[in-house]
């Protein structure tokens, strides 16, 4: 698949301040974390990695092929940057795992007996409720 320690060391991280609860410290403290991954410019990626991975996140690189994620859950920076490379390292590895073809199963012959022969009795108990015509 590919290096997880390798990989750690082309990410740049930036700390921003945070919104949300935490009163005068979240003022004071840049505890948001943002990792930025540059994919075009990746040793660690062959060439067919990186190619499957632009087409898996091209809603979320940007045009000079930066992957930008932030996370400001915490107030302590140290677990923002924890959480973020954990969900960095997911988002890589699940969208790098080749998805298997559909072999299609052919459906059995009592199977399409079984449907038929439903398909049958509602019609004739739907014709039943009908009044008989009188010529």
Known sequence: MFDENAILNELKFKFIRSSGAGGQH???????????????????????????LKTNLNTRLTKTSLLIMQCGESRSQHKNKSIIIQRFLDLISDNLIEEKDRIPTKIPKAV??????????????????????ID
Do not use: G, M
């Open 26 to 52: 979240v003022n004071k403290t840049a505890s948001k974390a943002e990792l930025t991954f540059d994919l075009e410019n990746s040793q660690v990626l062959n060439n067919d990695q990186k190619v499957v």
């Open 112 to 133: 399409i007996r079984k449907r038929l022969t439903n398909k049958r009795k509602t019609s004739e108990k739907k014709a039943n409720r009908k009044p008989p015509k």
